[in-house]
Nanobody, 121 residues
């Protein structure tokens, strides 16, 4: 089970940190990812992190502004979002992918319920 939290309303240029707490399986066996879906748009990849946290992937649209990290002792993955823009407004989902690190949505096995991020201009 994946439980995302930390969303909210923030002004342009602000910051938010999303968290995703995992339970029920061995967290360190899973690569983790964040995806987002804006109203009327398809879900898209945001960031991914390897099982150990040593390797990360980012969408070009967030590179340099967002940072994904994980704490395997706490079974939690984070997404630090800085310099937020109105186009970052979306529902953000965390997902777990057994063993690998990938940006491919179809490779993820488990999904959280999402947390809404709204960036006002």
């Amino acid at each position: 089970q994946l439980q995302a939290s930390g969303g909210g309303l923030v002004q342009t240029g602000g910051s938010l940190r999303l968290s995703c707490a995992a339970s029920g399986r061995t967290f360190s066996d899973y690569g983790m990812g964040w995806f987002r879906q804006a109203p009327g748009k398809e879900r898209e990849f945001v960031a991914a992190i390897s099982r150990s946290g040593a390797n990360t992937l980012y969408a070009d649209s967030v590179k340099g502004r967002f940072t994904i990290s994980r704490d395997n002792a706490k079974n939690t993955v984070y997404l630090q979002m800085n310099s937020l823009k109105p186009e970052d407004t979306a529902k953000y989902y965390c997902a777990a992918n057994y063993w690998t690190t990938t940006h491919t949505m179809g490779n993820y096995d488990y999904w959280g319920q999402g947390t809404l991020v709204t960036v006002s201009s």
